[in-house]
Each structure stands twice: as C-alpha cells, then as structure tokens.
C-alpha cells in the first residue's frame, strides 16, 4: 500500500494498512498520502500548472498596479510642489528631504 518513495514503519501486519512514512524533506504522509516531491506537492496544491500561472499572472498584475499608484501618486506630489513655486508660495508642510527632492526634479 506504499507509494513508490514512501518507505513501510512497521513489519508484520495481516492487512494492507500497514503504516508507512515519506522521506525526510517530503511533505508528512498524512497530508501527502501518495509522498510526491515537496514540487509536485505544492503545484498540485495551487491547481497543477495553470493554478501557479493565474497565480503568477495576478502576483505580477497586483506588483504592476502597487508600481503604477506610487508613480501616479509621486506625479501628484511633484505637480502640487511645482504649482507650490510657481505662486510664489512657501513651501508649507515640506521638510527638507522633499525640498532637495524637489528641486532635483524640476530641473
């Protein structure tokens, strides 16, 4: 009753449910029951080959979209800065790491 990596515990039982375990580095048998590779354990977790790729594609789309709103949110920054210095205005709520910052970028 032992997969083909799987290796039995105990000898001399009268049926087919003699114990058995996985090797060292397997998943346990008892969440593992065929004792399949930790790789093939885990992609067949995650849906087989195309659940990791949906999961690839959503990690980088979610990755793309975190990258996008930080650019769109430092445009904002800059764009608030430089209409700040073109009326004339003090710099109101800027320490000077966003002052040299600022002036860095404009030019």
């Known amino acids: 009753n ?3 990596q799987g290796y039995y515990t105990a000898t001399g ?8 375990a996985c090797p060292s580095g397997f998943p346990p048998m008892e969440v593992n029951p065929d004792c399949d590779d930790p ?7 995650f849906g087989g080959v195309w659940g990791v790729a949906l999961l690839a594609l ?22 608030w800065l ?3 210095r073109n009326t004339g205005h003090r710099y109101v709520g800027m320490n000077d790491e ?6 860095s970028l404009r030019g």
């Not at 966003?98 to 002036?103: G, P, Q, S, Y």
Request: charged share 20%; glycine share 4%; with cysteine.
């Open 2 to 4: 032992k997969p083909a």
């Open 82 to 84: 430089q209409k700040q």
């Open 58 to 79: 959503l990690s980088a789309i979610f990755f793309g979209l975190l990258i996008g709103a930080k650019r769109v949110q430092t445009r904002r920054r800059l764009q």
């Open 98 to 103: 966003e002052m040299l910052l600022f002036e």
């Open 13 to 20: 039982w009268l049926n087919e449910s003699c114990p058995y």
């Open 39 to 45: 790789w093939s354990y885990y992609f067949a977790f």
